[in-house]
């Protein structure tokens, strides 16, 4: 079989799984990113000849694939989100970005010093790859249609689809700092990036977000020339348009792209919060993310059945078990003290933090930066068995946990 043409049935099958398998898996306690995982173990067991999906080998390749698929979902994930931004009303999101995370990060960090005995660079690269939650498979514990009502996102959907919004582009500076370890060592690079990459790029992000988003929100919804009001014409790919003017242009100003992306998409759900045209938007952002999650866990499905974890040892799978099982969910716990959700919504909170695309564009971009002295097999067979066991296991549980939630929430 010619293996271009395979490729194309192939992704054609993906694309049509892609529509048609929400509906059957509705309500079920087996989600979308799990049954696309499957089948792409699966497909890749079958004498087909498919070429192995290698992310060492095909790094720059995955890296600008899960780059795409990032800020895709950024876009949506903001154009979801129906509460205004506020210190108060915002109050989980804030207190995951600025509680949760670091301590994340330092879990994992101190994880990987100890039971892999990776260098320090390396340990740090670990944890920030793997300390955003991601706005990419999460769908079964997000927020759903943007609607006509400032109050409609319940705090666990809500504080779960912020945080994802934010933390993947508040990653960006912790990466920086593994970067500069492992290439400069020391601590002289200190200044330079506490003023470069966690100030300027984040305030860039921050500042350019908030500029595009409120013209693009202004040309969509009130500018006086009808002809130019494109919340006229219905168009969704407009929100493709949205998503890389801000990226692009945020990244050409040297900012965080993923922080001014997620901002753009807020700022336009907040130029005309009633208007249908925010749906129409949210449901185009909505479809490419489900298609470009469908081709890339079909590639993870197959990186697992083509000896992707063969460098994986026990003290990596603890490394990942960790993560999931103790130190996301204590720090997440402990965040949300004295905040506005309940024992049961903070239990929910703290436990999803599902990890995916994210982590794999993170890695992909540190390593064509520097050598971490650990090798680049291992690296991925951590990350790669960490994503894996959070979408199987979030995926398991994310249905059966919101519907008991939201009974709960309604006999109250």
């Known amino acids: 079989m010619s293996p271009p043409d395979l490729l194309f049935a192939l992704g054609g099958a993906a694309a049509l799984l892609a529509a048609l398998l929400p509906e059957l898996l509705a309500n079920r306690a087996f989600s979308l990113p799990l049954a696309y995982l499957a089948g792409g173990v699966l497909l890749f067991l079958l004498p087909l000849g498919l070429p192995e999906p290698d992310p060492v080998a095909h790094r720059l390749a995955l890296e600008h694939i899960t780059e795409i698929c990032v800020v895709v979902s950024l876009m949506g994930a903001g154009l979801a989100l129906n509460r205004k931004a506020g210190w108060r009303s915002w109050g989980s999101t804030w207190r995951l970005l600025g509680w949760a995370m670091p301590v994340t990060v330092a ?139 801000s990226y692009g242009l945020t990244e050409l100003a040297h900012g965080y792209g993923f922080v001014a992306v997620f901002v753009t998409a807020c700022a336009i759900r907040n130029a005309e919060r009633g208007h249908g045209y925010n749906s129409v938007l949210h449901g185009f952002v909505e479809q490419i993310e489900r298609l470009f999650t469908a081709w890339l866990l079909l590639l993870l499905g197959g990186f697992v059945a083509t000896g992707g974890l063969a460098a994986l040892t ?99």
Not at 215 to 236: I, M, N, V, Y
Request: hydrophobic content about 55%.
């Open 314 to 412: 026990w003290r990596g799978v603890a490394v990942g078990a960790l993560l999931l099982l103790v130190i996301r969910p204590l720090a997440g716990w402990l965040s949300q003290a004295g905040g506005a959700a309940g024992p049961r919504e903070r239990l929910v909170i703290s436990f999803f933090g599902i990890r995916g695309v994210g982590s794999l564009f993170y890695l992909a971009f540190a390593l064509g930066q520097a050598d971490f002295g650990v090798p680049a097999d291992e690296l991925w067979a951590v990350t790669g068995f960490t994503v894996l066991a959070s979408v199987v296991l979030h995926g398991v549980t994310a249905t059966p946990v919101m519907r008991r939630l939201d009974a709960l929430r309604a006999r109250r």
């Open 107 to 245: 879990g994992v960090a101190a994880a990987a010093l100890v039971l892999l005995e990776w260098p320090l660079a390396a340990a740090l690269l670990l944890g920030a790859v793997l300390a955003p939650t991601d706005p990419v498979l999460a769908s079964d514990v997000h927020v759903g249609e943007p609607v006509d009502v400032e109050n409609a996102d319940d705090e666990v959907r809500f504080a779960l689809t912020s945080e994802a919004g934010l933390n993947d582009g508040l990653a960006f500076p912790i990466v920086y700092a593994a970067v500069a370890l492992a290439v400069v060592g020391g601590a002289g690079w200190a200044g330079e990036w506490a003023l470069v990459d966690v100030l300027y790029r984040t305030a860039a992000g921050v500042v350019c977000g908030l500029l595009i988003g409120r013209l693009l929100g202004r040309l969509f919804f009130h500018t006086r020339e009808k002809r130019l009001r494109l919340a006229e014409r219905h168009d969704g790919f407009v929100a493709l348009a949205a998503t890389f003017l």
